[in-house]
């Protein structure tokens, strides 16, 4: 691919599109653009470095080259009142692509709402965004960044990579895996059983699950036992007078080892 970005089909899933840069300023932005430019959408775009990318809440996401940076447009995806399950969906799919890549099983494991953790340290982010188009489209953009070959020293958590794990996986070869777990995960979403077989699978991986962890939302910080995740992906807790709490939006924080 050249800097220009020509579309070609995706690497790993070639009934999708994809778009290679050398850098843009997020990948997520990129795919907004083509969105409102007309694009019908399942367009990968991936780029070698970001100047501008972005995680949960506003955060910075360091971007050197190395690393994998890559987004996925949907537009219109359904059923549309179940897209908050997306993020899990793609967390499953890279979990699956990390493992797929490494030659690994069950290396990494999830923490909510779609944090890889391999040994306790952050390996990705996942971000998903939308937008309702001037011609009323819905865009769906999820956004990955995972580290390869280096992670930032000072982060609000401990953080890794493949590289320093020992494993040799280029971005390239961890864009086609993601791209064809991806592609399953999104069927998987859309059809008869929808996202039961997601949580099934994200559940198998959930880090901490029936231990104490820490949920920071915008209101409060919560403690409680990490009992289940619903059946809309929302955290359940177990608070010590026995009753549960249903959290939909917050980080997560995990005793450290």
């Given at each position: 691919m050249t800097s220009q970005g020509l579309e070609c089909p995706a690497p790993g899933a070639p009934d999708f599109r994809y778009e290679e840069h050398e850098t843009v300023g997020s990948t997520n932005s990129l795919c907004f653009e083509r969105a409102r430019g007309g694009h019908p959408g399942n367009l990968w775009i991936r780029a070698h470095t970001q100047s501008e990318g972005r995680g949960r809440r506003g955060r910075d996401w360091m971007s050197p080259e190395g690393n994998l940076f890559t987004s996925l447009l949907l537009i219109d995806p359904e059923p549309v009142g179940r897209i908050g399950e997306l993020p899990l969906g793609a967390a499953v799919a890279l979990a699956e692509a990390v493992d797929k890549a490494a030659g690994t099983?069950?290396?990494?494991?999830?923490?909510?709402?779609?944090?890889?953790?391999?040994?306790?340290?952050?390996?990705?982010?996942?971000?998903?965004?939308?937008?309702?188009?001037?011609?009323?489209?819905?865009?769906?953009?999820?956004?990955?960044?995972?580290?390869?070959?280096?992670?930032?020293?000072?982060?609000?958590?401990?953080?890794?990579?493949?590289?320093?794990?020992?494993?040799?996986?280029?971005?390239?070869?961890?864009?086609?895996?993601?791209?064809?777990?991806?592609?399953?995960?999104?069927?998987?979403?859309?059809?008869?059983?929808?996202?039961?077989?997601?949580?099934?699978?994200?559940?198998?991986?959930?880090?901490?699950?029936?231990?104490?962890?820490?949920?920071?939302?915008?209101?409060?910080?919560?403690?409680?036992?990490?009992?289940?995740?619903?059946?809309?992906?929302?955290?359940v807790l177990k608070q010590e007078d026995g009753g549960q709490r249903t959290v939909y939006a917050g980080d997560v924080f995990l005793p450290e080892a």
């Amino acid at each position: 691919m050249t800097s220009q970005g020509l579309e070609c089909p995706a690497p790993g899933a070639p009934d999708f599109r994809y778009e290679e840069h050398e850098t843009v300023g997020s990948t997520n932005s990129l795919c907004f653009e083509r969105a409102r430019g007309g694009h019908p959408g399942n367009l990968w775009i991936r780029a070698h470095t970001q100047s501008e990318g972005r995680g949960r809440r506003g955060r910075d996401w360091m971007s050197p080259e190395g690393n994998l940076f890559t987004s996925l447009l949907l537009i219109d995806p359904e059923p549309v009142g179940r897209i908050g399950e997306l993020p899990l969906g793609a967390a499953v799919a890279l979990a699956e692509a990390v493992d797929k890549a490494a030659g690994t099983l069950q290396l990494v494991s999830l923490k909510w709402p779609n944090d890889l953790l391999v040994e306790g340290a952050k390996l990705s982010g996942i971000l998903l965004e939308a937008e309702t188009l001037a011609d009323g489209r819905r865009a769906v953009v999820i956004g990955f960044g995972v580290n390869c070959v280096s992670h930032p020293p000072l982060t609000l958590y401990k953080a890794t990579d493949l590289r320093s794990l020992g494993f040799q996986v280029t971005a390239e070869r961890l864009f086609a895996s993601l791209a064809e777990t991806l592609a399953e995960q999104l069927s998987r979403w859309q059809g008869p059983n929808g996202f039961e077989g997601i949580r099934t699978a994200w559940l198998n991986r959930a880090a901490h699950l029936g231990r104490e962890i820490t949920v920071r939302t915008a209101q409060e910080e919560i403690t409680g036992i990490f009992a289940d995740m619903d059946a809309r992906g929302h955290l359940v807790l177990k608070q010590e007078d026995g009753g549960q709490r249903t959290v939909y939006a917050g980080d997560v924080f995990l005793p450290e080892a």
